[in-house]
């Protein structure tokens, strides 16, 4: 990870970033940034219209919750037509009765045989009809297997028009309504949501400092008011590359945030003198 230098450049500027310095001349707390730890657009993978989003923006959502559905009638239709042929049997039970019979018969015919009761050609007759009877029942139970993974490809392909969320999170901003047409080649976002929990805090610290802050050290965070508190996190990520620009590197902590009670996208300070560990 390299964090956008410019971006906090632009917001925190380098000048304030030291807010205030110890006695001995050391720097102590730094402007710092929290932000989601995942923010992405959800897209549907299919072409269709746009039956339902019952997420509205803001709303909070759950790992797996269904969060955009499609129309899809056509789908459903023809994922129960593909289950009812899954399960049909009358094929396998008609060509099992058959080969038994077939079966029985050729053991008669081979008894008659031995004893020269019965023609030659009788016999291998009675052979062909009961290999030819076994291989109708194996291709009974083939074509069964056959309706049994195009059942699945149906139920797959009805799956992909319901999106489900992949994390818990918040719903940031919604681009495409019910009764529009979702249209997959251009991409175009249905929603946005954001991983509220954990939460991201991006730190940018002067490279004198390079070396001193390792993972797992831990930092005193305190958002800004009204929001206020103070955090005592851990260091998760320490960039490898210095901004030659600036003279700077970047360092990500982990906050907790269970309660939702911290919204992304708020300035913080960070500490990293007041607990090492």
């Known amino acids: 990870m390299v964090i956008s230098k410019s971006r906090y450049l632009n917001v925190l500027l380098i000048g304030p ?7 001995l001349g050391e720097p102590k707390a730094f402007d710092c940034m929290i932000e989601a730890n ?7 993978p299919v072409a269709g219209l746009l039956e339902s989003v019952p997420v509205p923006r803001g709303a909070t959502v ?33 060509w099992r009765a058959k080969a038994e019979l077939s079966g029985k018969k050729y053991d008669r015919r081979q008894s ?20 030819t ?35 818990d999170g918040l719903v940031v901003d919604q681009y495409i309504f019910p009764g529009e047409v979702v249209d997959a080649s251009t991409q175009r976002p249905i929603l946005k949501l954001a991983q509220a929990d954990p939460l991201r805090v991006e730190v940018i610290l002067p490279v004198s400092l390079y070396g001193s802050i390792k993972l797992g ?26 901004d030659s ?16 009670a911290i919204p992304p996208g708020i300035k913080c300070s960070a500490n990293f003198n007041s607990a090492k560990h």
């Not at 970033?17 to 006695?23: D, G, N, W, Y």
Request: hydrophobic share 40%; aromatic share 4%; no cysteine.
């Open 38 to 44: 995942q923010l992405i657009e959800i897209r549907s």
């Open 217 to 242: 050290d831990i930092a005193e965070i305190q958002p800004e008011q009204p929001i206020g508190g103070s955090y005592k996190i851990p260091v998760t990520l320490v960039d490898k590359i210095v």
């Open 62 to 94: 759950k790992k797996g919750e269904v969060i955009v559905s499609l129309e899809a009638s056509v789908e459903k239709s023809a994922s129960e037509l593909a289950r009812y042929k899954a399960n049909m049997t009358g094929s396998i039970e008609l």
């Open 245 to 260: 620009a600036s003279g700077t590197f970047g360092v990500r902590l982990t906050l907790a945030n269970n309660q939702l």
């Open 112 to 131: 008659l045989a031995e004893e020269q009761a019965i023609s030659v050609q009788e016999k291998e007759d009675a052979d062909v009809e009961k290999r």
């Open 17 to 23: 970033m030291l807010s205030s310095v110890s006695a």
């Open 133 to 167: 009877s076994e291989a109708e029942l194996k291709q009974a139970k083939e074509n069964k297997e056959l309706a049994r993974l195009e059942w699945a490809q149906a139920v797959d392909q009805l799956n992909r028009r319901t999106l489900r969320s992949p994390f």
